[in-house]
């Protein structure tokens, strides 16, 4: 993350001296006062690591300078992901392979065209994305900036399989515009009345932090996978939906311990006889009721609904059943036999 942070701190040093120090001090506040991008920029992923480098001042110019850190980062992402698999990976490598390559990547559900305009990006940006466009509108200077992202994003959207940290490239760039955008209504909001632009900007950068923070608590409740490999680590055998929201090599903590994350197995695949525990999703416990019994049940985030009666906090985050750990009854009576 600091590395991450650098990156924007650096962006933000070239864009006070092209653009000017309000530009820089609103775009660093917009982004303070959102949710994902420092959220993803704490992440070990690919993109948080081009997108270090894309936020590093003249980068298309001394992107020479930046190749040492990419080795080192590509490096330590094989190492530790082959540890962790037990089997030499290069992860950056398989996951271009699988998505350009073979063109897999619709294998993990696909989106409409226009998501990211009407879903991602309002998500990740909230008030910035209304003000993203006025910012271009006012300064010639910032539609080199904004439509760029735009078109970038546009042309993401042809993929069938979207993910929000697909184009995370394009928020400071957007964050830039908004920041443009929001003093350029400052200014005609201080000539209807004095400090009326100045209550706008508290306003609104005061409301993206409230939603970024209700954002916070959703995806406190949105892994539920993780919340499985924690409440039971026994021997494990992962089901796609938990495999999506949490359960990862790094929640394997005891090395004597059989884990496998085999995908789209089927109770009746002779491969899930040889666990005695299996995290599933909770719609598929039909399948193995005969055979199994649960032990706990993992709820996860299933929307928000507001509640007038618990004023002044009137929203709720509603969760559900969406993760079972199971024990398979063959070893339950063998263990206890034994």
């Known amino acids: 993350m ?21 530009i820089a001090r609103y775009m660093l506040l917009f982004i303070a006062s959102e ?3 420092l959220f993803y920029i704490s992440r070990t992923l690919p993109n948080t690591f081009g997108l270090i480098v894309a936020g590093c001042e003249d980068t298309m110019i001394r992107l020479s300078g930046y190749r040492p ?24 490598g398989e996951v ?11 294998n993990w559900g696909v989106s409409p065209f226009l998501w990211y305009f009407y879903s991602a990006l309002p998500r990740a940006l909230l008030f910035a994305y209304v003000l993203s466009p006025i910012g271009a509108i ?35 760039l957007l964050n830039i515009a908004a920041a443009r955008g929001l003093i350029f209504i400052q200014r005609k909001f201080n000539k209807i009345l004095p400090h009326l632009g100045s209550i706008f900007i508290f306003g609104t950068l005061l409301l993206n932090a409230s939603l970024s923070s ?44 059989n884990y496998s994350k085999i995908e789209n197995l089927k109770n009746a695949d002779e491969r899930i ?26 709820n996860g985030y299933s929307g928000l609904r507001i509640n007038w009666n618990l004023l002044p906090y009137p929203l709720i985050i509603s969760t559900e059943p969406q993760l079972l750990i199971i024990e ?7 263990a206890e036999n034994s």
């Open 214 to 257: 209700i954002m916070l608590c959703v995806s406190y409740h949105n892994y539920p996978g993780g919340n499985a490999m924690l409440e039971l680590h026994r021997h494990v055998k992962e089901k796609h939906g938990a495999a999506q929201t949490g359960v990862s090599r790094f929640g394997e903590l005891e090395s004597s311990w």
């Open 138 to 172: 006012a300064d010639k200077r910032i539609r080199t900036i904004f439509f760029p992202s735009a078109i970038f994003v546009l042309i993401y959207s042809i993929l069938p399989h979207k993910e929000l940290r697909f184009i995370i490239y394009a928020f400071p």
């Open 69 to 92: 850190l990419l080795f080192w980062c590509s490096a330590a992402t094989t190492f530790i992901d082959s540890y962790y698999w037990k089997r030499y990976l290069w992860p950056e």
């Open 35 to 37: 949710f994902h991008l």
């Open 328 to 334: 398979s009854v063959k070893f339950k009576k063998a």
């Open 96 to 106: 271009l392979w699988y998505n350009t390559i073979m063109n897999k990547s619709s």
């Open 2 to 22: 600091a590395w991450g942070l650098k990156a924007l701190f650096t962006l933000s040093n070239a864009v006070r001296d092209i653009l000017g120090a309000n």
């Open 273 to 298: 006889l040889k666990f005695s525990h299996l995290i599933i999703e909770a719609s598929d416990w039909q399948d193995y009721e005969a055979t199994h019994r649960q032990l706990s049940v993992v």
